[in-house]
């Protein structure tokens, strides 16, 4: 029960502090505070309520202090670079379980999607779109002219778009 309500504190905390670490953080916070206050439960709402309340107040109290924080630090610019020349300062990454999962499952049917195509779309479309190769050098991997890579590209999407909306996704361009 315990690992139960542990694992819906991280999830709710998750979704408003969007940080791994600092999730954990404050879980811990909130089931401490319930055990530390349980006496104070008055049974006007189910325990998990009281819990879900801890866990929103622990939430917006980190974030009031993590605003505070920024607007007394300096300012530095996110594009700064290390002296080997990479950056300094890394994009921030969201984690929360629920979305890596659905990012999995679109994932999955988007790959079946691809691979549904035919063989020279399907390769035009890997190596311009996932691996980010220039229509001039798809064409020199596939011995086509950059011309002849466009109209295959153009008749993946199409396809895929296709293929897509046959399981329920919709894609933009």
Known sequence: MARVISIWVYNLVLGYVQ???????IVQDTLLAAINGIETFNRKSTLKTWVYRIAINKCKDALKHKS?????GHVQSLSELNHDGTQKYQPFHFNHPEIQM??????GLLFDAINALPERQKDALILAKI???PVKEVGIQMKL?????????????????KNLKI???SIKK
Request: proline letters at 2%; hydrophobic letters at 30%; glycine letters at 2%.
């Open 167 to 169: 399981v329920g996704i």
């Open 68 to 72: 505070r924080m920024k607007r007394s």
């Open 102 to 107: 659905q990012n999995t499952e679109q994932s």
């Open 19 to 25: 940080r791994e670490e600092e999730a954990e953080e």
């Open 145 to 161: 002219s950059p011309k002849a890579v466009e109209s295959l590209l153009t008749r993946a999407r199409i396809n895929l778009k």
């Open 131 to 133: 691996e980010q190769m």
